[in-house]
C-alpha cells in the first residue's frame, strides 16, 4: 500500500494524497480478496492559496510511535458519549476535529476495540454537520471487515477526513472548517504530550511537540479570516494562549554540515529546544483547552 502524505506547504489544512492502490490485505466473507478495497473515497482536493497547512493527526502519531510507545491508551480518547451533549454547531464542529484525531490515533497505536465506535461517531458528527463523507455502504463493510489492519483504518480514517475537510472548504463554510482545525491540533498535541512519561528520556518527542508551533501558527492564520464569528473568536483566543507558550520555546541553529571532497552535503537550520518547564506549561494549557472543547463549553 502506498503511503498517505502530508503535503506541509501552503496547500490545504489535513490534506492528504489519495492512493491509487490495493491495500492487498482484504478478504471478503468467503475468504477471497477484493480487488476494490484500495478504491476508498476516491476524492481529488482543490488546492488554492488561501488553505494552509496543519499536520495531520496520523502524521504526527506514526512519527511518535517511532520514538515511544506502540500501543496507545483508550482511556485518553474523548468518550464517545460526550457525543450526545454536542448540541451547538461550535460544539459539533470542534468535537469532529477531535474524534477525527481519535480515530487516527486509535488507528495508529492499535486500539482496536475504539476504532469502529470512533468511525461512527464521526460519521454522524459529520452527518449533523451536513458534510458529505463520501464514504459508501461498502467503504463501511470494509471497516468491519479490516478492524485488525492497522494500514487500511488509518487510510480510511484519513479519507473520512478529507473528504470532510474537501466538503467544508468547497461550501464557503470557514467557520466549521476553523473549528473542526483546531480541535484536531488540540487533540493531536494533547495525545502526543500523554506520551511523554519523563522529560529527559522522552526529550526528543517533547521537542517534536514543540516543533508545531509552526502548524499552530498555520491553525492561526486561517482562523483569522472567520474571526468575525462569535464562536471563531472564542477558541481564536484560547489558541493564541497556546501560540505564547509555544513562542517561548527557544531554538538552536544546526551548523550545515562542511563540505568534503565535491560531495555536496545538505543541512543546516533552528532545532527547537523545549525545557521540561516550557513543555509542563504547554502540557498544562493544552489539557485546558481540550477540556473545554470536550465539554461543549
Given amino acids: 500500500m502506498k503511503k498517505l502524505t502530508f503535503q506541509s506547504v501552503a496547500v490545504a489544512a489535513f490534506a492528504f494524497s489519495i492512493l491509487g492502490s490495493s491495500c492487498g490485505n482484504d478478504t ?10 484500495g478504491d476508498t473515497v476516491a476524492t481529488e482536493m482543490v488546492m488554492t492559496e488561501d488553505m494552509i497547512g496543519v499536520p495531520s493527526p496520523s502524521d504526527m502519531f506514526e512519527f511518535m510511535k517511532t520514538l515511544g510507545p506502540k500501543t496507545g491508551d483508550g482511556n485518553l480518547l474523548n468518550p464517545i458519549d460526550n457525543e450526545k451533549k454536542y448540541g ?6 470542534l468535537n469532529l476535529g477531535i474524534y477525527s484525531a481519535d480515530l487516527l490515533y486509535a488507528s495508529t497505536f492499535d486500539v482496536k476495540d475504539k476504532v469502529l465506535g470512533y468511525f461512527g461517531t464521526c460519521m454522524r458528527l459529520g452527518t449533523t454537520l451536513q458534510v458529505a463523507t463520501g464514504l459508501n455502504d461498502k467503504d463501511k463493510e470494509r471497516i468491519s471487515r479490516n478492524a485488525g489492519n492497522a494500514d487500511s483504518l488509518i487510510m480510511v480514517g484519513n479519507d473520512l477526513y478529507l473528504s470532510t475537510f474537501n466538503n467544508l472548504n468547497e461550501n464557503g463554510r470557514g467557520t466549521e472548517l476553523s473549528l473542526m482545525l483546531a480541535g484536531g491540533w488540540v487533540e493531536s498535541v494533547y495525545l502526543s504530550c500523554a506520551m511523554v512519561k519523563d522529560f529527559e528520556k522522552d526529550k526528543e518527542m517533547a521537542n517534536k511537540i514543540a516543533d508545531q508551533k509552526h502548524s499552530l501558527d498555520n491553525c492561526i492564520e486561517f482562523m483569522t479570516k472567520n474571526e468575525s464569528n462569535e464562536d471563531v473568536a472564542s477558541v481564536l483566543v484560547q489558541m493564541k494562549e497556546l501560540k505564547a507558550l509555544f513562542d517561548a520555546v527557544g531554538s538552536t541553529k544546526v551548523e550545515a554540515p562542511k563540505q568534503e571532497g565535491k560531495r555536496m552535503k545538505i543541512g543546516g537550520g533552528e532545532k527547537k529546544e523545549i525545557t521540561k518547564d516550557q513543555f509542563e506549561a504547554i502540557r498544562k494549557k493544552v489539557e485546558e483547552v481540550r477540556k473545554s472543547f470536550v465539554e461543549g463549553n
Wanted: glycine fraction near 6%; charged fraction near 25%.
Fill in 88 to 93: 451547538t454547531k461550535k460544539s459539533q464542529a
Fill in 28 to 37: 471478503d466473507n468467503t475468504g477471497n480478496t477484493d480487488s476494490t478495497a
